[in-house]
Nanobody, 124 residues
């Protein structure tokens, strides 16, 4: 099992940047692929990005491709989401989640563990 805690959220102006962190506790962190999801008020939770166990494989939703970068440091049990060129549409609660499948997934139903979320607010 693994426990996840997000941090790094906050208020930023449109066009600015923010770096989110997902700290994991567990002795087998490298066994999990990790994804980032977000949920805006009145909307369903949506996929943002995922990263494979090794950190080599990454994938992004079209809405954030080219602006966001996911990475991980297994020695620190941490996954990051670097968010650049932020837009007001990026405002949401961001969640990190971990899955145990061998192949990373974009559907939230395939993620077994979830953090509590961190608020990201982009002003315009």
């Amino acid at each position: 099992q693994v426990q996840l805690v997000e941090s790094g959220g906050g208020l930023v102006q449109a066009g600015g940047s923010l770096r989110l962190s997902c700290a994991a506790s567990g002795r087998t962190f490298s066994r999990y692929f990790v994804g980032w999801f977000r949920q805006a008020p009145g909307k369903e939770r949506e996929f943002v990005s995922y990263i494979s166990r090794s950190g080599v494989g990454t994938y992004y939703a079209d809405s954030v491709k080219g602006r966001f970068t996911i990475s991980r440091d297994n020695t620190k049990n941490t996954v990051y989401l670097q968010m650049n060129s932020l837009k007001s549409e990026d405002t949401a609660v961001y969640y990190c989640a971990a899955g145990e499948n061998l192949i990373p997934q974009i559907d939230l139903r395939h993620y077994n563990y979830w953090g509590q979320g961190t608020q990201v607010t982009v002003s315009s």
